[in-house]
């Protein structure tokens, strides 16, 4: 048996309840109509008027008028009744039915399609959630797109590297070295660097990378992630400063992460700051303590600003590819500073530097 479709079911429906209603108005009406009018004669017999005579053809006539004014309204009110349900349902169910062909064009592969606005509020919402729905299907599958292309375009200049130097020793052109073996290991462990960073991006925007919020307390944690990072810098390197006061209050966040973090931007900062000095800076804002990290290196044009924290992007992929960085600790950090209640923001000017800020809640 053929199921019926939306459309007829609210049609048969409407159907149904007019029926009801009317052959109710019908029965009632022929039930109690005449008596009530005989009752009336009677009342006015009462009254001094004599119906004897024309009691019965006064009786007969009210229910032949009755009898066709009926028949009328139920033919003229199933009529408009009948042409209302069907409209009605017709307004119903006609978005339903767009949005199954939209639904269809989606699955194909057309995630560029959306539902128009609908008079009916509820019906409304639902094309807006719809179209929500849809815009974020579209993101995602051009953001894999996008992955799948950088991704393509980070590994295959390593593996081009690594290649060619092992045909050169395998058909004598290049002679074994130190320094050949040093560039096939360095090429090799960008690759895993490459790996790890993508595996741990993939983890943290998907939420299942583990973050262990307890108070901390920012100042010694900056304190020695500054000694590390001094350690490591020569005469000719720009100056590490560290801005830090005494009475900044506890943050509610994952150390190791904030440690990653603070990392992540400060090796930025070297990479692209050849002289002058970087300053690590804490100050607390409301129920917030915010952490910056500013460098007088070449700085970001304002085009590129909004891009910064894409994955895989960089405004000099040749330079940032010899100083080893991926393209992704900037999308990993956002996304760690995300997952502990945080934001995280960038300024920058061409040849004056750039500032990297995140906010993390207090404890």
């Known amino acids: 048996m053929t199921k019926l479709g939306l459309r007829a079911r609210l049609f048969l429906s409407h159907l149904i309840v007019m029926v009801v209603g009317l052959s109710t108005l019908v029965a ?22 004599n119906l004897v005579r024309v009691r019965q053809k ?38 339903l039915v767009q949005m199954e062909k939209v639904t269809q064009k989606i699955t194909a592969g057309h995630l560029e399609e959306r539902l128009p606005h609908n008079e009916i509020p509820e019906l409304d919402r639902l094309a807006t959630s719809f179209n929500q729905m849809a815009a ?37 052109t290049i002679d074994p070295s130190v320094d050949i073996y040093q560039r096939l290991v360095g090429e090799t462990g960008r690759l895993r660097r490459l790996v790890n960073d993508l595996q741990e991006l993939s983890q943290a925007e998907a939420g299942y990378l583990p973050i262990r919020l307890e108070q901390v307390g920012l100042c010694p944690l900056l304190t020695a992630i ?6 490591q810098l020569i005469e000719e390197s720009p100056a590490l400063r560290l801005e830090c006061p005494i009475d900044l209050p506890p943050v509610l966040a994952d150390p190791e992460r904030v440690e990653q ?21 804490a100050w607390s804002e409301g129920r917030k303590v915010w952490v910056a990290v500013t460098d007088t290196g070449q700085g970001i044009a304002v085009e590129d600003l909004p891009h910064v924290f894409e994955r895989f992007w960089r405004a000099d992929r040749s330079r940032d590819r010899k100083s080893g960085g991926t393209g992704i600790g900037l999308a990993i950090s956002r996304r760690l500073v995300e997952l502990q209640g945080g934001v995280i923001e960038v300024e920058s000017e061409v040849g004056k530097g750039s500032t990297f800020r995140f906010s993390l809640p207090t404890g």
Do not use: C
């Open 261 to 281: 973090i603070l990392m992540n931007l400060l090796g930025n900062a070297l990479r692209y700051t050849q002289e002058g000095s970087i300053t690590v800076k």
């Open 226 to 231: 500054a000694d590390k990072f001094s350690h």
């Open 58 to 95: 006064l009786v007969d006539g009210f229910e032949s008028a009755w009898s066709r004014g009926a028949l009328w309204s139920v033919v003229v009110g199933a009529s408009a009744a009948g042409g209302l349900s069907y409209l009605v349902s017709k307004r119903i169910t006609q978005p």
């Open 136 to 172: 974020n299907l579209e993101g995602v599958e051009q953001r894999r797109r996008e992955l799948v292309s950088d991704l393509t375009h980070e590994l295959r200049t390593p593996l081009t590297i690594v290649e060619g130097y092992l045909e050169g020793l395998a058909d004598g």
């Open 28 to 49: 009632v009406g022929k039930l109690y109509s005449p008596r009530l009018f005989v009752l009336h004669l009677d009342n006015m017999q009462v009254g001094g008027f």
